[in-house]
């Protein structure tokens, strides 16, 4: 499966952060994703872009908080990650671009 233009637009950028890197431990990888983007969408993008086999794609939607930049009243946007297992022998570095 070859990686087209639409792969590209799926997955926004990977999330690395403390429960993302505990998530790598049991062959699992973080990623954030386009609103719109469905779970066979998702596993299709990633399965065709770093040539691996997924096994589950579970996904979250993180609603943006409202915080404050320089005295202004602002709101976060809305985020929603894609939590990618991956059968077993299968591994992406995601500290390297794709």
Do not use: C, W
């Not at 690395?16 to 890197?21: L, N, R, S, V």
């Not at 998530?23 to 990633?46: C, H, L, R, W, Y």
């Not at 993180?62 to 202004?72: A, E, L, N, P, V």
């Amino acid at each position: 499966m070859s990686a087209k233009p639409e792969h590209y637009d799926v997955i926004v950028k990977p999330v690395i952060t403390e429960k993302a890197t505990l998530t790598s431990e049991n062959n699992g990888v973080v990623f954030q994703v386009t609103k719109d983007a469905t779970k066979p969408q998702i596993k299709d993008a990633v399965e065709a872009l770093f040539g691996v086999k997924v096994k589950a794609v579970n996904t979250t939607i993180t609603k943006g908080k409202q915080k404050r930049f320089r005295g202004q009243l602002g709101r976060r946007s809305d985020v929603k990650k894609a939590y990618v297992t991956l059968e077993e022998g299968n591994t992406i570095d995601v500290s390297t671009g794709l």
